[in-house]
């Protein structure tokens, strides 16, 4: 036995057992939440090179990072909107809830799901596999490969390591086992640091669309000061969670920037390292805002979302509200 396996993997091992079970009845589909970012395609890519005869399937989009990337896997084909029917086994890999998947098709009950968010109850599936304790999914399917003792191609590597890279924001969520898993797969993709920097560099590419969005989120911004502590608001038709960041770097200590998509209103938070640190999760108030508002909320402790049916408008005010109590309190 590999003394490096995860210990989560080695804590779960009857649910993994009963995937690698359930694995076998191919075909099979891996399914991403929509707007696929970096971590949630290599995720796929990586599965998919272990389990040939599963196809990568997304509803509505992959973000236009994840396209950027794809350049450097011209063989990986994505399929839109799938139809489930044809596939014996779903695997949804990245996606804390089933609204992210952003369909409206009803999932067979026996999907797996592997992921690292905040761990739920609404899949209703038994082959449930979260570990919160990850940074990315890139990392779950790196030890899930390794547990299987698939050999992992230099190729397949370089994908995990710009996932990682990606999902940790350049390692400042990343733990102490993001940097191990990193070292071993940087071993195995017989690269340099360097070249997976450009990799994930190359793939940012600002395009107009992107930049307009930014500078239009920025005429609408409004922001308080609640103590020591900036909190910035602004309302996007896309681009949120991009926005969201811009709103970090112009200083803010809390950004939440929200869209209404006719009856559908979507918002995307983030919270400075500083606040994580102190103990907030972000993730955890959009949780308990989603409870409150009938929305599905969720993420990790920096960066989160919610989304339902609803008014952006007011929710986003109750998100103000509940992040200016826990502040006030700091
Ligand atoms: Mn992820």
């Known amino acids: 036995m590999n003394f490096l396996i995860s210990e989560s993997i080695m804590k779960n091992n009857e649910i993994i057992q009963k995937i690698i079970e359930r694995l076998k009845q191919k075909p099979g589909l891996i399914l991403l939440h929509h707007n696929a970012d970096i971590d949630a395609v290599v995720s796929a890519i990586a599965f998919q090179s272990a389990f040939p005869e599963y196809r990568i399937g997304v509803f509505q989009k992959i973000s236009n990072l994840s396209?950027?990337?794809l350049n450097y896997f011209p063989e990986i084909e994505i399929l839109h909107s799938p139809e489930l029917k044809r596939f014996?086994?779903?695997?949804?890999?990245?996606t804390s809830t089933p609204i992210l998947l952003g369909m409206s098709d009803d999932l067979p009950k026996d999907i797996i799901v592997l992921d690292h968010h905040m761990k739920n109850d609404l899949w209703g599936t038994e082959l449930y596999y979260?570990?919160?304790?990850k940074t990315s999914c890139a990392e779950?399917?790196?030890e899930l490969l390794e547990f299987i003792e698939f050999p992992i191609e230099p190729k397949i590597a370089i994908a995990l390591l710009v996932g990682i890279l990606?999902?940790?924001g350049h390692f400042k969520y990343a733990t102490s086992q993001s940097?191990?898993?990193?070292g071993r797969l940087l071993e195995l993709s017989k690269t340099s640091m360097g070249n997976i920097l450009k990799i994930l560099e190359n793939t940012k590419t600002p395009e107009i669309s992107r930049r307009i969005a930014h500078l239009k989120g920025a005429q609408r911004l409004i922001f308080r000061q609640v103590n020591k502590y900036l909190v910035a608001?602004?309302?996007?038709?896309?681009?949120?969670a991009s926005m969201c960041r811009q709103l970090m770097i112009l200083g803010a200590d809390v950004g939440f920037v929200g869209a209404q998509r006719n009856k559908q209103?979507?918002?995307?938070?983030r919270i400075s390292t500083e606040l994580v640190d102190a103990g907030v999760h972000l993730g955890k108030l959009f949780q308990s805002i989603g409870v409150e508002l009938t929305c599905e909320g969720g993420g990790h402790p920096g960066a989160a979302g919610m989304n339902g049916i609803g008014d952006v408008e007011m929710a986003l005010n109750v998100c103000v509200k509940k992040i200016t109590e826990i502040l006030e309190e700091l």
């Open 166 to 168: 990606a999902d940790t």
């Open 88 to 94: 014996k086994t779903i695997v949804i890999l990245d």
């Open 67 to 69: 396209k950027d990337l």
């Open 130 to 133: 979260c570990d919160e304790s």
């Open 265 to 269: 209103l979507q918002i995307s938070g």
């Open 140 to 142: 779950i399917i790196f």
């Open 233 to 240: 608001v602004s309302r996007l038709s896309s681009f949120e």
């Open 179 to 182: 940097f191990v898993n990193f």
